[in-house]
């Protein structure tokens, strides 16, 4: 059973920095991609970065170039979400999300996600 579950959200002021983590379990295909998304109030859920497992190869939206980074750490089985420049536009609630296969930026094609962690960016 693949189970992904996010932490670290919170409250930061504009310029400030915080790490999201996905615990991620389950997810036992030689190839996965775990993806970060969000979600604005009364706005579509958005990509934000993705990274291959197996390829190492990452994707940002360009909104959060140059801002946000991913990464993993194979013993934890965790990918963090480095995010730093923090803008009040970036408030949102972020998921993590998992697929078998490689990058993509279309959620509709993440077949697990987490519960979501909220995060808030003040001016």
């Known amino acids: 059973q693949v189970q992904l579950v996010e932490s670290g959200g919170g409250l930061v002021q504009a310029g400030g920095s915080l790490r999201l983590s996905c615990a991620a379990s389950g997810l036992t295909s030689s190839t996965y991609t775990v993806g970060w998304f969000r979600q604005a109030p009364g706005k579509e859920r958005e990509f934000v970065a993705a990274f291959s497992w197996s390829f190492a190869v990452t994707s940002y939206a360009d909104s959060v170039k140059g801002r946000f980074t991913i990464s993993r750490d194979n013993a934890k089985n965790t990918v963090y979400l480095q995010m730093n420049s923090l803008k009040p536009e970036d408030t949102a609630v972020y998921y993590c999300?998992?697929?078998?296969?490689?990058?993509?930026?279309?959620?509709?094609?993440?077949?697990?996600w987490g519960q979501g962690t909220q995060v808030t960016v003040s001016s």
């Open positions: 999300a998992g697929k078998r296969g490689g990058i993509t930026t279309e959620g509709r094609e993440y077949n697990y």
